[in-house]
């Protein structure tokens, strides 16, 4: 479990329970709509709980992070494990909880597994 000790929102990867609050987060953020029923099947079934993070204000998510896995196609038709990074949070606290993120959180939920990352900074 990642904890932050230098802030008051505990930090952890989420679980299925945790699921819709950290939808909901996303969807505040990028003015999205809820997945309807059809896809929120697909969607835990291809979900890498261990690759995210969130803030969470008591058990309310105030920021979610996940790191999701592609394949990434390069010059000389050589296709790579790749993984997308995508920082999120929308409360004032906002600056803090990204700092912490990235601090504490980021690379070892990005380097996990078979995937890089471009774009997690320490």
Request: proline share 8%; glycine share 10%.
């Amino acid at each position: 479990m990642t904890q932050s000790a230098s802030g008051p929102y505990p930090i952890r990867p989420i679980e299925e329970d945790d699921l819709d609050g950290f939808m909901n987060v996303d969807e505040h953020a990028f003015n999205t709509s809820p997945w309807s029923d059809d896809d929120r099947r697909v969607g835990i079934d291809r979900f890498e709980f261990d690759r995210t993070l969130a803030a969470f204000d008591d058990t309310t998510p105030v920021g979610v992070t996940m790191c999701y896995s592609f394949r990434l196609s390069v010059p000389g038709q050589e296709v790579l494990p790749a993984a997308g990074v995508v920082p999120v949070v929308v409360q004032r606290q906002e600056a803090q909880l990204f700092r912490i993120k990235m601090r504490h959180g980021l690379p070892p939920i990005c380097f996990s597994g078979a995937s890089g990352c471009g774009g997690c900074g320490s």
